[in-house]
T-cell receptor
Framework: GQQVMQIPQYQHVQEGEDFTTYCNSS?????IQWYKQRPGGHPVFLIQ?????EVKKQKRLTFQFGEAKKNSSLHITATQTTDVGTYFC????????????FGIGTKLQVIP | NAGVTQTPKFQVLKTGQSMTLQCAQD?????MYWYRQDPGMGLRLIYY???????DKGEVPNGYNVSRLNKREFSLRLESAAPSQTSVYFC????????????FGPGTRLTVT
């Protein structure tokens, strides 16, 4: 199936520092989704990017889709303890447009 | 509007026992999914149902069966549980069109001893 590689797997930051997680694919993606999972919780949809070079913002979160539609990033400005959790990207899978393949996730720890 | 609900929340099984995980959604979604989440492995698709009446294998289907009972309900069955099936299981649903986001249930934490 489709592979989406996500780095880093873990990141510890001091509160107030910025954070970025990256998602890469060897093939062109029609779209990419981002989810957040709080500790002990379930994944929650954050956003979807569809267009080449698209940039979307949600408060302190900035999402980018690469020009070639093979990579994406999530950047958090001035992290807060409420940002703690695991962030997943997900791209369409082969064999069915209803399916997505999730990246391994980046676990963010914010040190107060 | 409860979204996606799953039962049970926790379960402990002995090797060889069977059980069914239940999932229901009240959003009139066409597609439903079962994932397992293991440390360091992300979310892996076990089975999915693109629409009522259809089911298909995902990435890790061995040892599992599913039933799409109706549009609302999608169950996952372990016929003979193995320790390797110790995991957190999430059910999800989506409208089923291209680019549709998925809505997840709260999960079932399963331990097989």
């Amino acid at each position: 199936g489709q592979q989406v590689m996500q780095i880093p797997q873990y990141q510890h930051v001091q509160e107030g520092e910025d954070f970025t997680t990256y998602c890469n694919s060897s093939t062109t993606l029609s779209n990419i989704q981002w989810y957040k999972q709080r500790p002990g919780g379930h994944p929650v949809f954050l956003i979807q990017l569809v267009k080449s070079g698209e940039v979307k913002k949600q408060k302190r979160l900035t999402f980018q889709f690469g020009e070639a539609k093979k990579n994406s990033s999530l950047h958090i400005t001035a992290t807060q303890t409420t940002d703690v959790g695991t962030y997943f990207c997900a791209g369409p899978s082969f064999g069915g447009y209803q399916k997505v393949t999730f990246g391994i996730g980046t676990k963010l720890q914010v040190i107060p | 509007n409860a979204g996606v609900t799953q039962t049970p929340k926790f379960q402990v099984l002995k090797t060889g026992q069977s059980m069914t995980l239940q999932c229901a959604q009240d959003m009139n979604h066409n597609s439903m999914y079962w994932y397992r989440q293991d440390p360091g492995m992300g979310l892996r698709l076990i089975y999915y149902s693109a629409s009522e009446g259809t089911t298909d294998k995902g990435e890790v289907p061995n040892g599992y069966n599913v039933s799409r009972l109706n549009k609302r309900e999608f169950s996952l069955r372990l016929e003979s549980a193995a320790p390797s099936q110790t995991s957190v299981y999430f059910c999800a649903s989506s409208e089923g069109h291209r680019h549709g986001e998925q809505y997840f249930g709260p999960g079932t934490r399963l331990t097989v001893t």
